[in-house]
């Protein structure tokens, strides 16, 4: 896949993304996980032929931790809370900021790498899909560690067309122990302003 096109689609179905989760919807682990890992497995296979300059190597694997530690920023942001009877995720302010940021590092970074090495300027527009997997992987399971302090269930899947939703008895086990651990029903978890 051209890298210029792969980086549009990325722009796209993050701006999909924030625009769904500005209004709030259920926590889906399927969403937080799931699909996560398939973003950075296919980047992986659309970066194979990065892994012949080590410059690139090195570019890509910077990138990756960079968008995985502001994915974890980006967790510890969005709003987790119950309604009727799920729990529900919320984009903030702060988590769109944070996006921007995460793409405003990648980009610097590959501007950065041009400069040093002008053999690698091809390297800026590799990998946009995996350090976007790697980046939403982490960010799900903040919000999932979130999830579990709310009351409500975390389902795996929406239902469609008024099916009920599907759970994860992964996920309902680990709710339950933690209410065992913690003795009784968990509160509302905060946003990273929330926190002191």
């Given at each position: ?27 889906q ?24 300059s ?11 931790v960079?968008s995985?530690?502001?994915?974890l ?6 709003r ?5 009877g ?10 769109v ?30 990998g ?13 399971i ?5 999830a ?15 099916a009920e939703?599907?759970a ?21 978890a ?7």
């Amino acid at each position: 896949m051209n890298g210029v096109f792969e980086i549009a689609l990325v722009v796209v179905l993050v701006g999909y993304l924030i625009f769904k989760r500005l209004a709030g919807q259920p926590a889906q682990g399927k969403r937080m996980l799931l699909l996560p890992i398939i973003y950075a497995v296919v980047g992986v296979g659309q970066s194979w032929q990065v892994f012949t300059s080590p410059t690139a190597i090195e570019f890509l694997g910077l990138t990756a931790v960079v968008s995985v530690g502001m994915g974890l920023i980006r967790g510890a942001s969005v709003r987790v809370y119950e309604a009727n009877g799920l729990v529900h995720m919320r984009y903030t302010a702060v988590t769109v900021a944070l996006w921007v940021v995460t793409f405003a590092a990648k980009f610097g970074i590959g501007y950065l790498l041009g400069t040093l090495d002008a053999t690698a300027e091809h390297a800026v527009t590799t990998g946009p899909m995996l350090t976007l997997g790697v980046s939403m992987l982490a960010e799900g399971i903040i919000v999932l560690a979130k999830a579990l302090r709310v009351p409500g269930q975390i389902i795996w899947d929406r239902g469609k067309d008024g099916a009920e939703h599907r759970a994860s008895p992964f996920l309902d086990n680990m709710k339950q122990q933690r209410l065992e651990q913690h003795g009784g029903m968990p509160g509302e978890a905060g946003t990273i302003g929330e926190m002191r």
